[in-house]
């Protein structure tokens, strides 16, 4: 840090400033700093650095189901959060979720000496499974609503359930279907309570439930079985890979979308605003809920207490599969 302070014509401090993003440093001071950095290839000492701010500036994240488009972009956004603060990340993957395996992976963070621990492992039972492990450090669960032993941060996913009843019902459908997540999981969990609520408060029948498995293939295999029952003049699909699978199946059978049914998928993956038709779908912002997350495990070291719950609002994106009911 010295050589950089001396071939930029700063002081230390001045070096210390920029490395740390302090605002109170000229943009013409701040550019002759970073140029001696590139020009001496000045690497911060990390070791050193803990040793004195006791701190190893690396989050461990624990999660499960990393394949699936919502653990793994949830996964991105933690990590763009934590790099933006100044953190690394280290991720450590669950392949069964037990009791017993979630423990052991808090406990090989802890004696990786990272800073804050953020969970993703959206099953059942996690949360208890976190409230019974005492750690020093600051425990940040996606999916949980938070309370004064563990912080939580989620996308209100009822509240996403919510608004496709409401857009159905508005275009006039009166039969809206669900084809879910399976049951193991916390969000495909709260979709259905959400959707079986809006459902039922608009007076409608919340009886045509399926349960899926999140696949492409499942959403085909149901959506040929819908197709020839036609019990339904909306299907709310749990996620956007579903509903492909149920565009293919209706496709098939000669089922117009959004004639003869309307799909709404949730997740609003990249590829859906290019499906045949465009998809309907819920958007969640899993960058805002990294950045929340990592918000809340920065404000706990901090201040040593937990903050409030967070909750991320979903929103309705509107294609091209969904239309007023075949009269």
């Not at 045949?276 to 404000?299: K, M, N, S, Y």
Request: proline content about 5%; aromatic content about 4%; some cysteine.
């Amino acid at each position: 840090m010295e050589d950089v302070a001396r071939v930029a014509g700063v002081s230390h401090q001045t070096v210390s400033r920029v490395l740390n993003n302090h605002p109170n440093v000229s943009a013409k001071t701040r550019e002759r700093v970073e140029q001696a950095i590139t020009e001496l290839g000045y690497r911060r000492n990390t070791a050193a650095r803990s040793l004195v701010t006791r701190r190893s500036q690396t989050i461990g994240v624990l999660g499960s189901e990393l394949a699936q488009y919502g653990p793994s972009h949830t996964l991105l956004g933690l990590q763009q959060a934590a790099r933006d603060a100044g953190y690394f990340v280290s991720v450590a993957g669950l392949r069964d979720v037990t009791p017993e395996s979630i423990r052991d992976a808090i406990a090989h963070f802890m004696d990786q000496g990272v800073d804050g621990i953020v969970v993703t492992v959206p099953h059942p039972g996690t949360f208890e499974v976190l409230k019974g492990i005492t750690t020093h450090i600051p425990l940040v669960a996606v999916g949980a609503i938070g309370d004064k032993q563990l912080s939580g941060a989620t996308v209100d996913q009822r509240e996403g359930s919510r608004l496709v009843v409401e857009h159905l019902t508005k275009l006039g459908h009166e039969r809206i279907g669900h084809l879910s997540g399976p049951s193991g999981w916390i969000d495909a969990a709260a979709r259905i309570d959400g959707w079986r609520d809006a459902v039922a408060d608009a007076g409608l029948d919340p009886s045509v439930l399926i349960e899926g498995d999140w696949s492409a293939e499942c959403g085909y295999r149901e959506g040929l079985k819908i197709a020839a029952e036609r019990s339904v003049t909306a299907l709310f699909v749990a996620n956007d890979q579903m509903a492909l699978g149920v565009l293919r199946a209706f496709h098939e059978a000669g089922v117009q979308v959004p004639g003869d049914i309307s799909i709404v998928g949730f997740d609003d993956q990249p590829e859906s605003a290019y499906f045949i038709p465009p998809l309907t779908t819920v958007a969640q912002d899993f960058e805002e809920l990294g950045q929340r997350c990592i918000g809340l495990l920065l404000d706990r070291l901090e201040t040593g207490e937990p903050g409030a719950p967070v909750t991320v609002k979903p929103r309705m994106v509107i294609r091209d599969t969904t239309a007023a009911p075949p009269m």
